[in-house]
């Protein structure tokens, strides 16, 4: 995909991934709709992307909600005229081992966040993707395609987004592209520190400090650019998480006891 003059919305632009996100894909002639509930935050993104000499809106959206992200729409096409594409970015995580778990509420919120927030965002905008035969980009994760000790409910909203973005790929062959970014531990954004504890309280301030397996954040968007760039179905964030899908099938046990050993160098 060419990205000069496309229009993106990007969700969860207020911070991490999404806010570089926006920035990079500004600085290749992408205009932006930066999309979350935290409008100050959006403001002060969609602020710096203008005052490079990029072209930027904030739309305060809570992607739980259908409404909202069907007024997203409404409020891109009203500005920008047309929606190429459309980046599944907002999401929640935990660290918390299931059985120690107090309450189950927060599951909902990352079932809700993580997968209905981004079927909710799918829903609104497809028949516009369909128009300008656009792209959908997933953020997604290795824990998308195999289990991980202590994340056991954002496993689960990420398994259910791949099973889904599958689907609407055959179904909407010729008509749109859909890019899963499947990224290993990523330093410089906040999902740890709002990711939930086993008493349903956010970890915020966590010692746990990122293996030096993890990658940087700029390092990570300028693949998800390039993955965009050469229309890539799928892509990893480092290459080496590739091999992963082999091992599953291949090497089930090996990688199994390999995931359970790093994580248990992090335990909560
Ligand atoms: N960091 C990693 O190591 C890593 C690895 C693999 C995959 N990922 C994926 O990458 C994505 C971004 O993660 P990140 O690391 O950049 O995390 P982050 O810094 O915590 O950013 C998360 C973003 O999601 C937004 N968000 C959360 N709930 C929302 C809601 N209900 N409606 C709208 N926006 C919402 C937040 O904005 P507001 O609070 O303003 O709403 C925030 O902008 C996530 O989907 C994550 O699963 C991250």
């Keep these: 995909m060419k990205l000069k003059d496309k229009v993106f919305i990007v969700t969860g632009a207020s911070s991490g991934i999404g806010k570089e996100l926006a920035g990079q894909l500004s600085l290749s002639g992408v205009k932006i709709v930066c999309a979350s509930r935290n409008l100050s935050e959006l403001q002060k993104v969609s602020h710096s992307i203008n005052s490079n000499g990029g072209s930027s809106i904030s739309v305060q959206t809570d992607i739980t909600i259908l409404e909202e992200c069907e007024r997203l729409i ?7 005229g047309q929606l190429d594409g459309l980046v599944l970015n907002a999401g929640i995580s935990m660290w918390a081992k299931f059985e120690n778990i107090k309450d189950l ?9 993580n ?10 905008a497809l028949p516009f993707l369909k128009k300008t035969k656009g792209k959908i980009i997933s953020c997604s994760t290795a824990q998308a395609i195999i289990g991980f000790p202590y994340h056991s409910g954002y496993a689960a909203s990420k398994h259910a987004l791949h099973g ?13 592209t859909i890019l899963e970014a499947v990224l ?8 740890r520190g ?4 086993s008493d349903g309280e956010k970890h915020k ?5 990122h293996s030096n397996q993890s990658v940087d954040v700029t ?7 390039k993955g965009i760039k050469k229309d890539k179905k799928t892509i990893y964030i480092p290459k080496k998480l590739g091999i992963i899908p082999f091992l599953n099938t291949f090497f089930k046990n090996f990688l199994e006891k390999k995931i359970i050993r790093e994580i248990n160098k992090n335990k909560e």
Excluded: D, P, Q
């Design 205 to 209: 301030e966590t010692k746990r400090k």
């Design 105 to 113: 509420t927060f599951f909902s919120t990352i079932m809700n966040t």
């Design 184 to 191: 290993g531990w990523v330093r410089g954004t906040n999902l």
């Design 194 to 197: 709002n990711s939930f504890k």
């Design 164 to 176: 889904f973005l599958k689907t609407l790929a055959m179904e909407c062959t010729n008509e749109i």
């Design 74 to 80: 409404t409020k891109t096409i009203e500005e920008f």
């Design 219 to 225: 390092f990570c968007v300028e693949g998800i650019i």
């Design 115 to 124: 997968y209905h927030g981004s079927v909710n965002c799918c829903y609104a």
